[in-house]
């Protein structure tokens, strides 16, 4: 038994370098081995419990300037009705706001909703051929998912070519990024969808957008001019 597990952790190993260094490679790990490898890529990209710039800037789906004194974390899920309403409002904030608010979306399907999971790989499959904020508003404006059909449609029409994409979900690196992210959200103590932070500030539910516009501006109140 003990000699069975080692060779499943040897072999996650080797997985895990593979889909660093070339891609999966022609001998696929078994199940085990697989699910090491993930969690080993998800840690990684990192797991890191607070909101600090370091944990926003570790491989992570994010839009705006860099500097932006702002930060908008959302976590949801891609077949959840009330994450694509959130989803649509962030949207009219950050066209509102553009660079001057930095948004990040985390990854965090509901284990009921297994389309939103596939959702969330494909999205961050997205993210490594420069489609995930196109494929991502797309999803939330059409949302919520009904089906893994529908994505892979919607990916078709942002002009994603669909071979390329497949080939980086077989990497596992868009499943170790949903991992990462669901693991992120279980330490924030993320107990319903959406979640989302303005600077820390904890918005649980969705929130109308004159009520996201004034939270921006106590953040911003509270921070002072830029000197």
């Not at 070339?22 to 797991?47: D, F």
């Not at 789906?61 to 891609?78: K, N």
């Not at 959406?194 to 820390?200: E, K, L, S, Y």
Request: aromatic share 4%; net charge positive.
């Amino acid at each position: 038994m003990l000699a069975a597990a080692l060779t499943c952790v040897n072999r996650a190993r080797l997985a895990f370098f593979r889909s660093v260094v070339r891609g999966i490679g022609p001998h696929p790990p078994c199940p085990l081995a697989r699910s090491c490898s993930i969690i080993a890529l998800a840690l990684s990209l990192g797991c890191g419990g607070g909101q600090s710039r370091g944990d926003v800037d570790r491989g992570v789906l994010a839009t705006g300037a860099d500097d932006a004194r702002v930060l908008v974390e959302e976590f949801g899920d891609y077949q959840c009705g009330p994450c694509s309403m959130m989803g649509r409002r962030l949207h009219a904030l950050i066209g509102e706001e553009g660079s001057r608010v930095r948004l990040v979306f985390r990854h965090c399907p509901s284990r009921a909703h297994p389309t939103g999971r596939r959702a969330a790989i494909v999205a961050a499959a997205a993210e490594e051929l420069g489609s995930f904020w196109p494929l991502h508003w797309r999803l939330v404006a059409e949302g919520p998912v009904r089906s893994e059909e529908q994505v892979w449609q919607l990916a078709a029409e942002e002009g994603i070519d669909a071979a390329r994409l497949r080939a980086v979900i077989a990497s596992g690196r868009p499943e170790a990024v949903v991992v990462r992210d669901t693991a992120l959200a279980d330490r924030r103590a993320v107990r319903g969808l959406p979640t989302t932070f303005v600077n820390g500030r904890r918005i649980e539910g969705t929130a109308s957008l004159e009520r996201l516009r004034a939270v921006v501006r106590e953040v911003r109140a509270s921070i002072g001019p830029r000197r």
